[in-house]
């Protein structure tokens, strides 16, 4: 005797979700033939490549992802927290697509740079 058919489809909503990236997990994900896969506890992902690179991303809205950091320079729990920060700054509204005219990039852009005078005029001229 099994389980009911209707039991096998029900989503488990009340259940604890148990987080799919572990340390463990991630020491031991086997690496793409090709191009990288991603692992997903969302919102947090793993970006893991075909060379071994294991980089932190974050679904801020609309598809767009956030690169937090690499494995081995952050931690998991570190990544998580971070992810969860960058989520509610978002939700707060501090996080804004940033959108510069070319004008004021150049402007910004000659501001910070470090060039002799006669450079700067020349780069200020045209």
């Known amino acids: 005797m099994g ?3 209707i039991a096998l489809q029900r989503d488990n909503t009340g259940a604890t ?22 692992l997903w506890d969302k919102p947090l ?6 060379t071994g690179v294991k980089t932190f991303i974050v679904i801020l809205h609309s598809g767009r992802r956030q690169k937090i ?3 081995g320079d ?11 920060r960058l989520k509610a700054e978002k939700t707060l509204g501090r996080i804004l697509p940033r ?23 020349y780069y200020e001229r045209n």
């Open 74 to 84: 952050i931690t998991l729990t570190q990544a998580r927290d971070a992810a969860q």
């Open 17 to 38: 979700a148990v987080p799919r990236l572990t340390d463990l997990a991630l020491k031991n994900v086997r690496l793409p033939e090709r191009g990288h896969v991603t």
């Open 99 to 121: 959108s510069v005219s070319l004008a004021d990039a150049r402007k910004e852009y000659l501001a910070q740079l470090n060039v002799r005078e006669n450079t700067r005029v």
């Open 45 to 50: 992902g793993c970006r893991v490549s075909r």
């Open 3 to 5: 389980a009911h058919p």
């Open 69 to 71: 950091g690499r494995y």
